[in-house]
């Protein structure tokens, strides 16, 4: 089951052409090595939690905020490289068992035809209509706990 998941491939390139401008990761980074904290103070109030469809409680943005910050500096850093441009579309591919990838229609951190829509093709594939990147953390979310629970027993071997 893949949740608001990179996969197929973020940043845009010669054979992805819909991807994410290499310029919003290089964004990224540039605003971890010079201020950290301030980034995921933007971060959270811009692609992920502000979205007029799922308003968020200034506690959980200081959560997202707290959790950041304790990730080690450099690991979250490299991560953005690792999450924008491992292409997975040859592992998407070989998933040779039922796989689940939900996806939130409103998400502005992996985009919805980059991320979601894309990864649909291989897999099953829902959307959730008017949901951000937080799909399972923000209000409602036990739709989407109840839809993932239905479809894996669904897809269980008993």
């Not at 990179?6 to 980074?29: K, T």
């Not at 080690?72 to 998933?95: K, M, P, Q, V």
């Amino acid at each position: 089951m893949l949740v608001a998941a990179v996969p197929p491939l973020m940043v845009r390139r010669d054979d992805n052409p819909d991807g994410v401008p290499a310029e919003v990761f290089d964004g990224l980074r540039a605003g971890s090595r010079t201020d950290r904290s301030q980034l995921y103070q933007d971060l959270a109030d811009g692609p992920f939690f502000n979205h007029p469809t799922t308003p968020v409680s200034q506690g959980v943005r200081d959560a997202f905020w707290l959790q950041s910050m304790t990730a080690g500096h450099r690991n979250a850093h490299e991560s953005i490289t690792a999450f924008s441009a491992t292409d997975f579309r040859a592992d998407l591919a070989r998933f040779d068992v039922p796989t689940l990838v939900i996806h939130g229609d409103a998400d502005q951190v992996v985009p919805f035809d980059v991320g979601g829509k894309a990864s649909g093709t291989v897999t099953d594939y829902h959307e959730f209509p008017q949901r951000s990147h937080w799909t399972c953390a923000e209000p409602g979310w036990e739709e989407v706990a109840d839809y993932a629970l239905n479809w894996a027993q669904r897809h269980t071997n008993s």
